[in-house]
């Protein structure tokens, strides 16, 4: 199945990293610099500079440089098109274990009413 927005793909594939899943969840607390962003993990600074190209590539972040610092903010707007796409499968499951449970209960039924007999 095709998917909806080439942008949804790119903000799941950000989401799926727990490094980026963390830089969020800092950044999620006002704007960082880089230095602050990097400090809690054990990588060489051109590797997490990836993460955070992989996060303003799909638009979860954005970056201002100011003299020599370049800070990063969350823009959490594209996790609307994640929410809406996972809201949608909720629906979808819901409705199938509901369905599922109304046939589990019809053959509950089927097989008292068949013991009785």
Do not use: I
């Amino acid at each position: 199945m095709p998917s909806q927005s080439p942008n949804l793909d790119r903000v799941f594939q950000a989401l799926a990293d727990p490094t980026r899943r963390a830089v969020l969840a800092r950044l999620s607390r006002g704007p960082s610099a880089v230095s602050e962003l990097a400090a809690p993990f054990e990588m060489a600074l051109p590797s997490f500079l990836q993460h955070l190209g992989v996060l303003e590539s799909c638009g979860l972040v954005r970056s201002k440089k100011e003299g020599r610092v370049r800070t990063y903010k969350l823009t959490p707007r594209p996790l609307d098109a994640a929410e809406g796409w996972l809201a949608g499968q909720r629906a979808v499951w819901d409705r199938r274990l509901n369905q599922l449970d109304a046939y589990l209960v019809e053959l509950a039924t089927e097989h008292e009413t068949k013991e009785k007999k």
